[in-house]
């Protein structure tokens, strides 16, 4: 959404192209069907997708990015927008697919207690991984050692080196094997002075690029030559055919209660954009969801 | 070899780490052997190979990177030390194996006359791709387009902006889906602006950082998160037990003439301080080979 709010979008798909002035925003959420002339949905329906509106009813046109919930009321819907919607997806292919972890691996997360880093998290340790997570707050760093098993964290606003603090959290397992980007930017510098041999880098996001007039510089890209390691930017939305392959992966571990998901749900569509400016200084812990109407 | 003249290398495998003051240099050569006691060589035998250092005799003991020499009379010894040997295994498994090239793609490749690059240009027409090289002199974008059919070339040293240059070349075929990285820095930040969706960054070298006592920055690193790039740093002997597969490729393109190579080779272990030296501001025109000894 913040990506969309630039006014100079290159055209390309109409889902991530800048929105207009005055109409509402569009992003991802979870809503009922009201009514509908299409044959894959029908009233009454629950769904979640790309193309639901800030808005308590919302016209969809084109609903390629639009999924059936087939719920039960053990899940809370909220899940669809995230462990079981597009965060879930990012974290679940962003980890296996562009990582392509291995039991053993070493594993860091920035970012680690937000909507997809405390999944991606908790996937590597259900494989055998060592996970070292960063995030921005005391309480959140607890979040990621208690709450999510991350193996080690440390909060990134207290570290005046994050060369030196990855070192010390990392430094008797020789370095970062798979690094689950999110940040870029400082952290990005830090790590590549971490990764070890062959180690790959999953670009999911780079949160604090995103509010720069420009791009910070990175300094220390030949790494990437001499460690020959893989940096790949990937779209979750090159993913959602996969989603019920996804699905069948997650539940059983969300029923068991081996995966949990921690949501920060704010009331009304008057929260919305404090909501989603918090995001950017991290005043949000877990998953933030604006509740915008409810039946 | 310039990496390994560092004085500060961290310790690993013998042939990565710092050169010794007052021992010969070690690099890639061509030679015959004079006495063997390890039964994978005789007395007589052409080698090629990493162990061989700038001097008239070398006492070779780990032999681990070192090949045989299956000489026939068509075939220059000297293209065991480029086309036949380390640059072209380079170039094949960079391009074909990182690059995942096909019919249509549009390559670009910097330091696009060297010893790589040339091939680079040539693999890529042979697949049927749309090739663009950069080099340093109107002598080499010569010779890019006329003897190694590159479809287009510039002069780096002639550009100020190398996005503009970038765009001029590529702009109808619209971006670039692999760059073959033989340059870094203000190259890559630039040839970053014209990569298209799920392009594939191959990186080989990056010659302009290895003499600067601080690397350059690169600020459009999250165009790899914007347009799923792949950036994949290589290294050629992971590829060496493939090297018969590589010949097998290769020599009937050499027999036929329908890949050249263009070598620059200066006489005397003297002249190899400067030959060295010289590949930093592009003096050499080709492969630069330094002939030490010859029987």
């Given at each position: 959404?913040?990506?969309?709010?630039?006014?100079?979008?290159?055209?390309?798909?109409?889902?991530?192209?800048?929105?207009?002035?005055?109409?509402?925003?569009?992003?991802?959420?979870?809503?009922?069907?009201?009514?509908?002339?299409?044959?894959?949905?029908?009233?009454?329906?629950?769904?979640?997708?790309?193309?639901?509106?800030?808005?308590?009813?919302?016209?969809?046109?084109?609903?390629?990015?639009?999924?059936?919930?087939?719920?039960?009321?053990?899940?809370?819907?909220?899940?669809?927008?995230?462990?079981?919607?597009?965060?879930?997806?990012?974290?679940?292919?962003?980890?296996?697919?562009?990582?392509?972890?291995?039991?053993?691996?070493?594993?860091?997360?920035?970012?680690?207690s937000g909507a997809v880093g405390q999944l991606v998290g908790?996937?590597?340790?259900?494989?055998?991984?060592?996970?070292?997570?960063?995030?921005?707050?005391?309480?959140?760093?607890?979040?990621?050692?208690?709450?999510?098993?991350?193996?080690?964290?440390?909060?990134?606003?207290?570290?005046?080196?994050?060369?030196?603090?990855?070192?010390?959290?990392?430094?008797?397992?020789?370095?970062?094997?798979?690094?689950?980007?999110?940040?870029?930017?400082?952290?990005?510098?830090?790590?590549?002075?971490?990764?070890?041999?062959?180690?790959?880098?999953?670009?999911?996001?780079?949160?604090?690029?995103?509010n720069l007039e420009q791009p910070e510089s990175v300094h220390?890209?030949?790494?990437?030559?001499?460690?020959?390691?893989?940096?790949?930017?990937?779209?979750?939305?090159?993913?959602?055919?996969?989603?019920?392959?996804?699905?069948?992966?997650?539940?059983?571990?969300?029923?068991?209660?081996?995966?949990?998901?921690?949501?920060?749900?704010?009331?009304?569509?008057?929260?919305?954009?404090?909501?989603?400016?918090?995001?950017?200084?991290?005043?949000?812990?877990?998953?933030?969801?604006?509740?915008?109407?409810?039946?």
């Open positions: 959404m913040r990506g969309r709010m630039q006014g100079d979008l290159p055209p390309g798909k109409p889902e991530l192209s800048s929105y207009s002035l005055g109409s509402p925003i569009v992003g991802y959420g979870v809503a009922r069907v009201v009514d509908s002339r299409h044959s894959d949905f029908k009233k009454g329906d629950l769904v979640w997708g790309r193309t639901i509106g800030w808005e308590e009813y919302s016209l969809i046109t084109a609903p390629e990015y639009l999924f059936k919930i087939n719920h039960t009321d053990d899940i809370p819907l909220s899940h669809y927008t995230g462990i079981l919607g597009m965060p879930g997806m990012t974290a679940y292919f962003g980890f296996f697919d562009i990582g392509s972890p291995k039991e053993g691996d070493r594993v860091y997360v920035s970012s680690a908790q996937f590597a340790k259900l494989i055998g991984c060592y996970v070292v997570g960063s995030a921005g707050s005391k309480e959140k760093v607890e979040l990621l050692k208690t709450k999510f098993g991350f193996d080690d964290a440390f909060n990134y606003k207290e570290e005046h080196d994050l060369d030196a603090a990855l070192k010390r959290l990392m430094y008797f397992t020789e370095g970062i094997d798979i690094y689950f980007e999110n940040v870029g930017g400082k952290m990005l510098d830090a790590v590549l002075l971490n990764m070890r041999h062959h180690g790959r880098i999953a670009l999911c996001g780079m949160i604090s690029q995103y220390n890209l030949i790494a990437v030559l001499f460690k020959q390691i893989r940096m790949e930017g990937f779209a979750v939305a090159e993913y959602y055919d996969q989603y019920s392959k996804f699905l069948d992966f997650v539940l059983p571990y969300i029923k068991e209660g081996k995966i949990v998901y921690v949501e920060d749900i704010t009331e009304g569509l008057e929260s919305g954009p404090a909501a989603l400016i918090g995001l950017f200084s991290g005043r949000n812990v877990g998953r933030q969801v604006v509740k915008v109407a409810q039946e």
